[in-house]
């Protein structure tokens, strides 16, 4: 059974490693990890976020539910017109037991390619939330987190609730 791995945990930092073999353990983990993402009623989760180094995760398209499982995701474009969005992660909880939000801001639009769960390799063009939470996913894959995006004031005023969480 898969844990979710909280802000602190220092496997949330690290680079994940590429997806050489699609392997009946990486799907079964998919699998659970799109099981865990309804459950704590998330849009997505990188392998890192359940203690895994690998370049995969899972996120659904708030729009129409549609899951898709990305094996080695790589953004190819980004749009040069940005919004700013709230945005929370399951891994940054705050004393409440629930995910802590912050505006960023991100690209509006990026163009996205995968190997999915079947070998096949896809490439859409992403816009709106799905855009956003590609490019959350894609981060934790580089040990990167949202509140790295926050100015230093407002990451202090963010990780203060998740500090009174310990």
Request: glycine share 6%.
């Amino acid at each position: 059974m898969l844990q979710m791995k909280l802000c602190g945990d220092l496997i949330l930092r690290e680079k994940c490693a590429p997806i050489t073999e699609i392997t009946p353990d990486v799907l079964d983990i998919m699998d659970e990890m799109v099981g865990m993402m309804h459950d704590q009623s998330g849009v997505g989760l990188a392998a890192p976020q359940v203690g895994q180094l690998k370049r995969f995760l899972v996120m659904m398209n708030p729009d129409d539910n549609h899951v898709f499982k990305m094996i080695n995701p790589k953004i190819l474009s980004r749009s040069e017109d940005v919004c700013t969005m709230e945005e929370g992660c399951l891994s940054v909880l705050g004393n409440d037991n629930l995910p802590v939000y912050a505006n960023v801001t991100r690209p509006s639009s990026v163009d996205v390619e995968w190997t999915d769960e079947n070998g096949k390799t896809l490439r859409a063009e992403m816009s709106g939330l799905p855009a956003r939470i590609v490019q959350h996913e894609t981060d934790h894959l580089d040990g990167v987190l949202f509140i790295d995006y926050l100015s230093p004031v407002h990451r202090e005023m963010l990780m203060r609730k998740v500090r009174k969480r310990k």
